[in-house]
């Protein structure tokens, strides 16, 4: 289980309340996201390699600001 201090929102969170975004725990060889709107809703659960590769390759893509 991922316990609630281990939730990280995104730096691209936005101002005001910071509620549109995802949040991320780390569990050291899995990264869980999550809808900060609905914390208490579904969770995607990556091996961490794989979620690596998704962010490297969402970084080369042209539409991505990050």
Known sequence: MITPDKWRKSSYSGGGDGNNCVEMADTRTH????????????????????????????????????
């Open 31 to 66: 990264i869980a996201v999550r809808d900060s709107k609905a914390p208490a809703g579904a969770v995607l659960v990556f091996p961490a390699g794989a979620f690596s590769a998704f962010v490297d390759a969402l970084k080369g893509y042209t539409g991505f600001r990050g």
